[in-house]
């Protein structure tokens, strides 16, 4: 029997426990599961290096599979490199958001890059027949393959054990920043509501799950598709049971009364909001596409329907300067989320936002072994690498 071992780097400043499984690998053990092959998941922030290199010597796999994001290149290197001194002749496939960017050095060789949706790919790749024609020809992942109780979870939690799974694929807007066009593309794919939900179903009576994050990149993008999960987790009783936490724009016309309660009698708890900056020429810059007052709008409905709000915000854009920093500080006192945070510019790449860099001049030089949250990697025209090393928060918060 062919033996396939499908891998999640750590990331490239050190272990930590995941806060949720790789959804992606999951997916692919399931298919491959399922047509007779025999599988195992490991992720190497649970097992460290000497781990993955005592598995590859017990388990010997045929197949290596590993997901990359630009986070984890420094791991995923030395998991190839460890896989080709110990079993020469593996095969080796890569998927996951950095393979665009993926180097061929001879000491990292892989024999299949794929970029994008990746099941087909895969199964061509093991040796199966590609028979994924639809979003919903995917499987519900066996968790079987994965120890549960050894993921902490996605912060916020307030009813865990938690677990992070996706109703939907790609994403329409333009944020300069965001590598899921470049990776999902701009097509919105749907899963059938029943299909999502029986999943949340199963999560909660056979693994325990109380708390679900639905990681869609644009919860409130089709109303439609939303309202039907929402009515048939209530339909369920699951919102008796269980909580939720979802991902929208604060766009008006997506984001809607309506909506949140709804939301609300399904069980959302907590509503996360990619905010950004609280200067509009700074998300006009980005192609945001939202303005301050829709921001303003979307914390204050969100908090009368009863729901959390988590804003984040990203410092170092193009166009960055200590009054862009000090207004969005006083924007955030004003509109008061429940929570918020803050992390660096990274120009991922191929997005908008790295090729601006790039030719501006204003990246940082780095292997992207080094790229990392806190990493500072950009400076712009007013603001040096100094002055975002030095950065510690929003004057005013």
């Known amino acids: 029997m062919v033996k396939i071992l499908l891998v999640q780097p750590q990331n490239n400043y050190g272990r930590f426990i995941p806060e949720s499984p790789s959804r992606a690998l999951l997916l692919l053990g399931t298919l491959a599961k399922q047509r007779g092959y025999d599988v195992r998941i490991e992720h190497i922030d649970l097992i460290d290096h000497d781990g993955y290199g005592n598995i590859l010597t017990e388990y010997k796999p045929d197949i290596l599979g590993v997901t990359v994001n630009t986070f984890q290149v420094k791991s995923a290197r030395l998991a190839i490199m460890q896989a080709k001194q110990k079993l020469p002749d593996v095969k080796i496939i890569i998927g996951g958001p950095h393979t665009i960017a993926w180097e061929d050095m001879p000491a990292y060789p892989v024999d299949k890059k794929v970029i994008g949706e990746g099941e087909n790919e895969f199964l061509k790749f093991i040796g199966a027949e590609p028979d994924i024609k639809d979003i919903n020809d995917i499987p519900i992942p066996d968790y079987s393959m994965v120890d549960l109780s050894r993921f902490c979870g996605i912060v916020p939690m307030a009813s865990p054990p938690d677990i992070a799974i996706m109703a939907s694929r790609g994403c329409p807007f333009n944020c300069i920043f965001c590598n899921t066009p470049v990776f999902w593309g701009k097509k919105v794919r749907y899963r059938d509501p029943l299909l999502v939900v029986g999943e949340v179903e199963m999560l909660h009576k056979k693994w325990g799950m109380n708390e679900i994050f639905f990681q869609d990149d644009t919860f409130n993008l089709n109303h439609t598709w939303a309202y039907e999960i929402f009515e048939e987790i209530i339909a369920r009783k699951l919102n008796k049971d269980m909580l939720f936490k979802l991902a929208c724009r604060v766009n008006e016309k997506m984001l809607t009364e309506d909506f949140l309660d709804m939301a609300y009698r399904a069980g959302v708890w907590s509503i996360f909001y990619g905010c950004e900056n609280g200067d509009q020429e700074m998300l006009d810059r980005m192609h945001k596409g939202i303005t301050l007052e829709e921001i303003r709008r979307a914390v204050r409905i969100t908090h ?4 959390s709000s988590q804003c984040s915000f990203i410092v170092g854009m193009p166009g960055e300067t200590w009054e862009t920093l000090t207004e969005t500080g006083d924007f955030i006192r004003e509109i008061q989320p429940r929570r918020y945070g803050f992390s660096f510019a990274c120009p991922f ?18 292997d992207y072994a080094e790229y990392g949250y806190g990493k500072i990697m950009v400076r712009t025209d007013e603001l040096d690498f100094d002055f975002f090393e030095a950065f510690r928060g929003y004057p005013n918060v």
Do not use: M, N, W, Y
């Open 304 to 307: 009368e329907a009863k729901i």
């Open 349 to 366: 790449p191929g997005t908008e936002f790295d090729r601006q860099v790039t030719e501006s001049g204003h990246k940082k030089i780095l």
